[in-house]
C-alpha cells in the first residue's frame, strides 16, 4: 500500500512477479514519488504504462538524505542492471563520475559515455544536475584538484583560488604528495563503491596518528571530513537495509 511508503527520502524499488528488480528510483519523498506512478495511469508513456502493469511488489529503503539516496541509486542501477532504467531512459543521456585512477593527481569529471580506458567509471546516475551535485558533494568532503589538464607539481607555484577557499590541496604547488593525494581518491572511490566502513575506518586511523605525532591541524581535517561523510554517507550499504 503506497500509504504505508514513508515521507523520508530514499530508493524504491519496483518489482515482479519473481522477485526481480524491474526498476529503481530516487525520491525527496518515497511516498509522494511512489504514488505518482499511480496518478494518471492512462496519459503516461507506453513504457511506464508496462512498468506498472508487471509491478506486484514496490520496496524501498530510506536515507538520511537526498544526496544518500543519489548515491545509492546509482550504485544499485549499477549491480542490478534493473530492465526498464534502461528502457525509460531510451533516448536520454546517461551520465557517470570518471575518475582515471592511472593518473598522479586524479580529479572527477562528468562524462556521458564509459570507456575502455582504465579509468573507474560511476553511474548511470539520473540527470547531469545530480551528476554535479555528487560530484560537488564529494569535492566538498575532499580536497580534490577541479581544473584540466595534467598535473606537474612545481613547490611555490601559485595556487588557485580553490587551495585558498580549502577545496584543494594545490598539488599543482606540491603542497601534497602523490602518496596522501592517492589515498583521498581511494577513500572516494570507496564511497562511491559503497564501502562506507572502509573509508570512516581509514579517515580515524589517519585522524588518530595525526593527534598521536602532534599534528592537530590535521587531525581537524579528518575529523571534518568523517563529520561529513556520515551527514552524507549513513546507511549507504544495501546490504544493511
Known sequence: MVVDVPLDPGVYFFRGASGQILYIGKAKCLRKRVRSYLHKV???PNK???LIRWTTDVRYQT???EQEALFLESRLIQEYQPSYNTA?????????IRI??????PRLER?????????????????????????NVLQRIFSV?????EITPVPGFRACFQYHLKRCDAPC???VTRELYGEMITDIVNLLDGEYETVQTSLIAKRDRASETLEFERAAAFQKQLQRIQKVFTFLDVHRR
Open 145 to 149: 584538484r577541479t581544473c584540466e589538464g
Open 173 to 175: 604547488a606540491a603542497l
Open 111 to 135: 562524462v556521458s559515455e564509459t570507456q575502455l580506458d582504465g579509468a573507474r567509471y560511476f553511474g548511470p546516475l539520473s540527470s547531469r544536475r545530480w551528476t554535479d551535485e555528487a560530484i
Open 48 to 50: 511506464i504504462k508496462r
Open 100 to 105: 582515471d585512477v592511472e593518473e598522479a593527481f
Open 42 to 44: 492512462k496519459k503516461r
Open 88 to 96: 525509460l531512459k531510451f533516448g536520454r543521456t546517461s551520465w557517470y
Open 63 to 65: 536515507c538520511r538524505s
